[in-house]
């Protein structure tokens, strides 16, 4: 009997949708208060001698000496955001964690320019981890820019409003006569301006307008936005200063390694524990027991899951990685993960040619299509297990002491890592303390906090006496929640005219409980084309199989960009037809492509990206011999990408993308720069795992430890890039860290369709003995 499902959200969806459900009680970034409740709400007592945030990354004395000399000076406080020093500088708090998609800089610009100042008058603060003055706080499901950009505009202009009204105040002037500019206050009558500073004490103590009273700017009074801002913290990045979680030092500080099962899910019995007590520099040895369900993704994410396994405490990390290379484990393997990739993958090929036993989609009647089709094509498409690779391994560090923890990480998802701090260490909510530190590269792995809860449970242990858990290379590449490999079994049908009729999918994929697919492992109704046909029809088999696998930069659409725009591509070569012509009659007129559903495409918005790219890479021209484009398009995340790849394949079936075009619509956007990075690295990311990205097991075993089995893309790799925005008005902004990553899939794929006339069906192309050169 077929199961029906649903739900019209994929499961990672509906995780972000859940992280930006408001706080209960709500709890707005600008509530609609009076002053004295307004600062009670943020924790904030009055207007001066407040630091009100952490710096991200430094270590705590450099810390204790910042809030030394913040307290040495009148810093007068507007809100959780704002905050104005006597000498005319604006510290603006920026709320989400960096980890490289540039929102640490992104949000404050926004603030900053409704607040009406000068850039070059800003101090950027990484803020503290506080739910009751920021709401959410989280990187992820490139949501930061577009469900903050109306709240950060609020939140400048407010502080405006305050500034101007003290300034009334003071100089006894109709605030209609006043304006500002460039952080001063102008009366244009008597040509007279003065710094914010002057009345920042004042402003401190004025009512906090209503959301509603408040006047915002029209894209053409921006000064600041639309432009290209660097990040706030290049310098300190390239001058090694300390930002990112390994900095974090503290006085009387320990380090730890910390071994799991190599077979997912295994015990840890005994080890030789004297033998390792007894190495240079190591204070203590012992066993963890696991907690929760860490197979599972959101177990991991907040409810403090771990894996059990043998943490080593020594008096430096080189120390306890020395004593990490001699342990010798026993391991209880009886309830760990038992599958193999090849096995898996062998089980869904025999099954290519029948329907899955789950329902995803069924709409239309894709039987008589495909009966009265002039042509059906079927094909098969496969794409293996991947893990982040993210340059910085996971690092935390832990202090435990008086029934509090408190920890500073690098965590994309702090709030959450509170959450499972307190169920981990079984204390109150208010005792499980998380400070944010720059994030060394996430790309959705430290949406999960696991590591986070490891250092935790070892400082326990340690109790008084922080503790640093630092994870190796060979830890993160052997204990990911990995992008989780599948299988598409594609049929469609072409009538006499070449129109694309019907669709079909059999998706296989993978279920830790034999009922739902696992976090990431789903496939949603609305992905183009299914999303624009009548006759759709998509089944799903579920392998048992609880490798654990989580978000990755651009969760599923970072494999279904390679399969559905290939398969669509080849359903072009079949219908005779141009490749733009024929996705431009796919997507048909310009409307919602489900009108009732959040976040629909917009078959229009994704036909200007399509044409727009064509146009700027002169699709068409004649190209030379054994080189040729190819076109895709992906709408992901809010995000319409189009993409062209100017590829040559050489003998022995060397590959050289000499150039790729990409044409995005994300709305308006706000920072040049950041997303010109966004794009460029969503590229790199892609051409890197189309060719060499793969992640294999036998017996629950991962099999690739360092980057010596999982090659990236090096830099004479790397294609020159051309990049541009269509910008609709009517469209506010949209999120850039994601988009760009699909569609590069099958730009290559189908240029090398073009330039050879061979379809590679399978990711990573190295399996079909292509070379990136």
């Given at each position: ?177 006043l304006s500002t500019a460039n952080t001063k206050v ?59 979680g390994a900095d974090t030092v503290l006085p009387d ?521």
């Amino acid at each position: 009997m077929n199961m029906q499902i649903n739900s019209q959200l994929t499961s990672t969806e509906a995780f972000f949708q859940e992280q930006l459900k408001p706080a209960a009680p709500e709890a707005p970034a600008l509530p609609p208060l009076n002053r004295r409740q307004f600062f009670k709400l943020s924790g904030i007592a009055g207007g001066g001698l407040v630091l009100g945030g952490v710096s991200a990354g430094i270590a705590p004395k450099a810390l204790a000496q910042q809030a030394d000399a913040a307290a040495a000076v009148e810093v007068h406080t507007l809100s959780p955001y704002v905050q104005i020093k006597p000498d005319g500088r604006i510290n603006i708090f920026s709320k989400n964690p960096e980890c490289g998609q540039g929102i640490k800089t992104g949000l404050p610009l926004i603030i900053a320019e409704e607040l009406d100042c000068a850039w070059t008058d800003v101090d950027v603060v990484q803020a503290d981890i506080d739910r009751s003055k920021y709401g959410n706080q989280f990187a992820g499901g490139s949501t930061s820019t577009p469900t903050n950009w109306m709240p950060m505009r609020q939140a400048g202009a407010t502080a405006r409003a305050m500034i101007l009204a003290a300034a009334a105040q003071q100089l006894n002037i109709d605030v209609a006569e006043l304006s500002t500019a460039n952080t001063k206050v102008i009366h244009a009558a008597s040509e007279r301006e003065w710094p914010y500073s002057e009345f920042a004490e004042l402003a401190a103590t004025m009512p906090v307008p209503e959301a509603d009273t408040l006047t915002l700017k029209t894209t053409e009074q921006f000064t600041l936005l639309g432009k290209r801002h660097s990040g706030v913290d290049n310098r300190a990045i390239v001058t090694g200063l300390p930002l990112f979680g390994a900095d974090t030092v503290l006085p009387d500080m320990l380090y730890a390694s910390y071994t799991k099962c190599p077979q997912i899910g295994g015990l840890a019995v005994a080890f030789n524990e004297e033998h390792i007590k007894g190495l240079p520099g190591v204070v203590d040895a012992f066993i963890l027991a696991p907690f929760d369900e860490p197979r599972a993704f959101l177990a991991a994410a907040g409810n403090g899951a771990m894996f059990g396994g043998v943490a080593i405490v020594a008096t430096s990390t080189w120390a306890a990685i020395k004593a990490k290379r001699e342990l010798e484990v026993a391991w209880d393997t009886s309830k760990a993960e038992t599958g193999t990739w090849e096995d898996l993958r062998e089980r869904a090929l025999a099954a290519v040619n029948q329907d899955g036993p789950m329902e995803v989609v069924n709409k239309g009647d894709v039987a008589g299509a495909m009966q009265s089709a002039a042509k059906v094509i079927s094909a098969v498409y496969e794409y293996p297990y991947v893990t982040h690779a993210q340059l910085e391994p996971e690092v935390t560090t832990a202090l435990y002491r008086e029934g509090k923890i408190e920890v500073w990480a690098p965590s994309q998802m702090p709030l959450n890592g509170e959450a499972g701090l307190a169920a981990i260490m079984s204390v109150p909510a208010e005792n499980a303390i998380m400070h944010q530190t720059r994030i060394g590269g996430g790309f959705g792995r430290k949406l999960g906090n696991d590591y986070v809860f490891e250092a935790a449970a070892i400082a326990r242990r340690m109790e008084g006496r922080p503790v640093k858990l630092q994870w190796t290379r060979e830890d993160t590449t052997t204990h990911d929640y990995y992008r989780p490999g599948g299988l598409h079994s594609y049929k469609a049908a072409l009538d006499g005219n070449g129109n694309l009729t019907a669709w079909q999918d059999h998706f296989f994929s993978h279920t830790l409980d034999g009922k739902a697919p696992m976090f990431s492992a789903d496939l949603g109704p609305a992905i183009f084309p299914q999303d624009v046909l009548t006759n759709v029809k998509v089944t799903q088999t579920l392998f048992q199989n609880a490798m654990p696998v989580g978000p990755m930069r651009a969760p599923s659409s970072n494999a279904f960009g390679f399969t559905f725009q290939s398969f669509l591509h080849e359903l072009a070569v079949a219908a005779g037809k141009d490749h733009v012509e024929f996705l431009l009659g796919v997507l048909g007129e310009p409307r919602l492509a489900n009108p009732e559903g959040r976040g629909s495409m917009h078959t229009g918005r994704a036909r200007n990206v399509i044409s727009a790219v064509a146009e700027r890479a002169g699709w068409g021209k004649q190209m030379p011999p054994n080189r040729a484009l190819g076109l895709s398009f992906y709408f992901s995340h809010s995000g319409y990408v189009a993409q062209i790849a100017d590829v040559e394949v050489r003998a022995n079936k060397e590959v050289k993308v000499h150039k790729v075009w990409a044409v995005a619509d994300y709305g308006f956007i706000h920072n040049m720069s950041a997303a010109e990075s966004q794009i460029e690295g969503g590229i790199i990311d892609g051409l890197s795992q189309l060719f060499n990205a793969k992640i294999t097991f036998i017996n629950g075993v991962i099999q690739q430890q360092n980057f010596h089995q999982y090659p990236l893309l090096r830099i004479p790799q790397a294609p020159e890039i051309d990049t541009f925005f269509l910008q609709p008005e009517e469209f506010p902004p949209t999120g850039s860290g994601e988009p760009s990553l699909p569609p590069l899939l099958a730009a290559v794929n189908n240029a090398i369709f073009n330039a050879t006339g061979e379809r590679v069906r399978k990711m990573p192309l190295s399996e079909s003995g292509y070379t990136l050169v």
